[in-house]
C-alpha cells in the first residue's frame, strides 16, 4: 500500500487514444482460428480489433496517442519533461521504446523510459511519473502511454490468444491539479511463480532466437486461458475491495471502476457479482479487443470522451496482467478533456475532440 504524503497533488491533465486504420473481424479472426464468429462473441464478448499496419510498431501508435492526449491538456508536445512508455510489444529489446517516442514527438526535453509489467504497465508507469513530478519543485507535464503491437506477436491459429489480443494506445499527461483533486491512493504486487502462465517464451536472453525458436512459434504469444482466468476472477474483485477499505468508502462511493479490459465476457460477470451498475464499470473490450498496457488508459480515455466523468468525479483504477502483475490506484477527477484517434467503420482516419 501506498498513502500518499503531503504534498502538491498530481492529476490528469488530458487524455488520448489511437486506433490503427485496420479493422479484424471476427469472422476474419475465425477462419483462421477453426472456430466461429459466434464462438468467439459467446467466449470473449469481443466484437473487432483495430490492427497495426505492417510498418507501423509499437512507438508510432504511442506517439499519435500522446500527441492527442497533448492537444486535449492545451501543452506542446515540447513542454513533456518525462515522458513513459508502457508496453510489452516494443519496438526493439533495446532501446527503450519512449525513446523512439519521444524522437517522434521531437520532446527533446522529455527524459524517457519504458515501464514493463504486462497489462499492469501503464498504471505502474503513472505510479512513476507521480511520483517523479511531486517531487520536482517547478511545475511539469509528464506523458504516460500504455501501447501495444500484440498482432505481431500473435500466432493466428492459437483460439486462446489470436480472438482476443489486439493494437492500440491511449496516454495520460500528468501535472499539478487543484487541491482536492488528482491521485490519493496507490497499490500494487507480483507474483513472479506465475509467470509463464503469460509470456512470449522466445526471443530473449533466456531463449535467444534460432532456427528451433521461429519453428516452434516462440516469439508468440502463449496464454494459459483457465489460469488467467483464475487469477483475474480472484485479483479483481479483491482489488476493488481492498481499496475501498484503505480509503473507508463503499461502491457506491464510486463514480467510474476502470479495469483492465482482458475479456469483456468475464469483466461483465465479475462486475454483476461485485454488485457495479453497467454505468459506473467501464468496458470497451468489445470495441478493441485486449490492447494490454492500453487498455486501462484507452477505458479512462472512452469514458472521458463519452462523458460519463465529471470534475470531482471518484475513480477507481484496477489492472493485472502478466508477470503476475496488478495494481490501483484512487482518483478525484480534474475535469480533463479527450482526444480520441480511430477510424471510422470505412477505414477513414477520424479525429474526435471531447470533454468530459
Not at 13 to 42: C, D, F, K
Not at 332 to 352: D, K, L, N
Request: charged share 20%.
Amino acid at each position: 500500500m501506498n498513502r500518499l504524503s503531503s504534498g502538491r497533488p498530481i492529476g490528469i491533465r488530458g487524455m488520448g487514444s489511437y486506433l490503427p486504420r485496420h479493422i479484424r473481424s471476427n469472422e476474419e479472426v475465425a477462419r483462421q482460428a477453426g472456430v466461429t464468429a459466434e464462438w468467439i462473441r459467446e467466449r470473449t464478448g469481443v466484437r473487432t480489433r483495430h490492427i497495426a499496419a505492417p510498418d507501423e510498431a509499437a512507438s508510432d501508435l504511442a506517439a499519435s496517442a500522446v500527441r492527442a492526449a497533448a492537444t486535449a491538456a492545451g501543452i506542446d508536445t515540447a513542454d513533456i519533461s518525462l515522458l513513459i512508455c508502457a508496453t510489452s510489444t516494443p519496438d526493439e529489446l533495446g532501446p527503450s521504446t519512449a525513446c523512439r517516442v519521444q524522437a517522434l514527438l521531437k520532446a527533446e526535453h522529455a527524459v524517457a523510459l519504458d515501464v514493463s509489467a504486462a497489462c499492469s504497465g501503464w498504471l505502474f508507469a503513472i505510479k512513476v511519473a507521480h511520483d517523479w513530478l511531486r517531487a520536482d519543485r517547478t511545475p511539469r507535464y509528464a506523458a504516460v502511454v500504455g501501447a501495444e503491437a500484440y498482432s505481431k506477436f500473435l500466432d493466428p491459429t492459437d483460439r486462446a490468444t489470436s480472438v482476443l489480443f489486439a493494437d492500440g494506445a491511449a496516454a495520460a499527461i500528468l501535472g499539478p491539479v487543484a487541491g482536492e483533486e488528482g491521485f490519493r491512493d496507490f497499490d500494487f504486487g507480483s507474483d513472479g511463480t506465475l509467470a509463464d502462465t503469460v509470456l512470449i517464451p522466445a526471443g530473449g536472453s533466456r531463449r535467444p532466437a534460432d532456427t528451433v525458436s521461429l519453428a516452434a512459434k516462440g516469439h508468440c504469444i502463449q496464454m494459459d486461458g483457465r489460469a488467467v482466468s483464475r487469477f483475474i476472477s480472484a485479483t479483481f474483485p479483491r482489488l476493488v475491495h481492498e481499496s475501498l477499505i484503505r480509503n473507508s468508502l463503499t461502491l457506491s462511493d464510486i463514480d467510474c471502476l476502470i479495469a483492465h479490459q482482458p475479456n469483456p465476457v468475464l469483466l461483465h460477470r465479475l462486475g454483476r457479482e461485485l454488485g457495479c451498475d453497467d454505468r459506473t464499470l467501464v468496458i470497451v473490450g468489445d470495441e478493441v479487443g485486449n490492447i494490454g498496457a492500453a487498455s486501462a488508459p484507452y477505458a479512462l480515455t472512452a469514458a472521458t470522451a463519452r462523458h460519463t466523468l465529471g470534475p470531482g468525479d471518484r475513480v477507481l483504477i484496477t489492472v493485472f496482467g502478466a508477470g503476475m502483475t496488478w495494481g490501483s490506484a484512487l482518483l478525484t477527477w480534474s475535469g480533463a478533456p479527450a482526444v480520441r484517434i480511430a477510424p471510422t467503420r470505412s477505414a477513414v482516419p477520424q479525429r474526435e475532440r471531447h470533454s468530459a
